[in-house]
């Protein structure tokens, strides 16, 4: 059974970067075809999709994001991370790393962290 858990800081000041971690355990993050996926949830709306790094080390980003977003791994550790540049209290959102996997034409998320609050504020 793998289990996810995200870490990292939950306060970060405007314009700074907020960087998560994501640790997997009872599975790899190369086992083929896994996609390991952030995802967050502002306050009062719905999930929103930021983006993933597969199995093979390939990432792929939202598109609303992509400019200000990176998605790196540490195999060793069996860690992913997230790199949200230049945030703003827009960026305030509980966020979750979860494993994905194609059925389809859809990812899918079987597997999901507990969440982390991360709070953009002076």
């Known amino acids: 059974q793998v289990q996810l858990q995200e870490s990292g800081p939950g306060l970060v000041k405007p314009s700074q970067t907020l960087s998560l971690t994501c640790t997997v355990s009872?599975?790899?993050?190369?086992?083929?075809?896994?996609?390991w996926t952030w995802i967050r949830q502002p306050p009062g709306k719905g999930l929103e999709w930021i983006g993933y790094?597969?199995?093979?080390?390939?990432?792929y980003y939202s598109p609303s994001l992509k400019s200000r977003t990176s998605i790196s791994r540490d195999t060793s550790k069996n860690q992913f991370t997230l790199q949200l540049s230049s945030v703003t209290p827009e960026d305030t959102a509980v966020y979750y790393c979860?494993?994905?996997?194609?059925?389809?034409?859809?990812?899918?998320?079987?597997?999901w962290g507990q969440g982390t609050q991360v709070t953009v504020s002076s």
């Open positions: 790094i597969a199995y093979s080390g390939s990432t």
């Open positions: 009872g599975g790899s993050i190369t086992t083929n075809y896994y996609y």
């Open positions: 979860a494993r994905g996997e194609y059925g389809g034409s859809y990812l899918t998320f079987g597997s």
